[in-house]
């Protein structure tokens, strides 16, 4: 395979389907990743995937991913709206990073319309519900084969 690409999900999104589906929509991270994975296949891409819901594994998920990963998607869950330990992990790798959101979250509650994140990010995909991630995987390959 050509590129290799981290495919990161935070807190509480393994309950994706069964949570709030008014505002997630009813798929489970299990499908969302197969069809990426499947998607990036074809663009002969190798997609590694990893959900935690702790904020030490996902900053150790960034660090190890400086040593084979080419970039990561990130859907940082509510550790987008605070966390300044994976802020400092992603500016620290210098990993090309795109931040996605299956909601839009500006359309959301005020908190959610600040990410710490996304000054060091690529860019920030929102709203899309799972397309967010296949528009997160399209970006970032555009950045990395352009570059």
């Known amino acids: 395979m050509g590129l290799k690409i981290l495919l990161l999900n935070g807190p509480n999104l393994n309950l994706l389907g069964v949570r709030e589906a008014s505002v997630y929509g009813s798929e489970t991270l299990e499908g969302i990743t197969k069809d990426l994975q499947a998607y ?45 330990a994976l802020r400092d992990a992603i500016a620290g790798v210098g990993l090309p990073v795109v931040e996605v959101h299956i909601s839009n979250v500006h359309a959301r509650e005020e908190f959610r319309h600040k990410s710490v994140l996304a000054p060091v990010c690529l860019g920030v995909i929102a709203g899309f519900g799972r397309w967010s991630y296949f528009l997160g995987l399209d970006a970032l390959l555009r950045h990395l084969i352009k570059s």
């Open 40 to 84: 990036a296949e074809r663009r002969d891409v190798e997609l590694r995937t990893f959900q935690s819901n702790s904020e030490g594994a996902l900053v150790e998920a960034i660090h190890q991913a400086r040593t084979w990963a080419n970039g990561i998607i990130f859907n940082a869950g509510a550790y987008t709206h605070y966390s300044i």
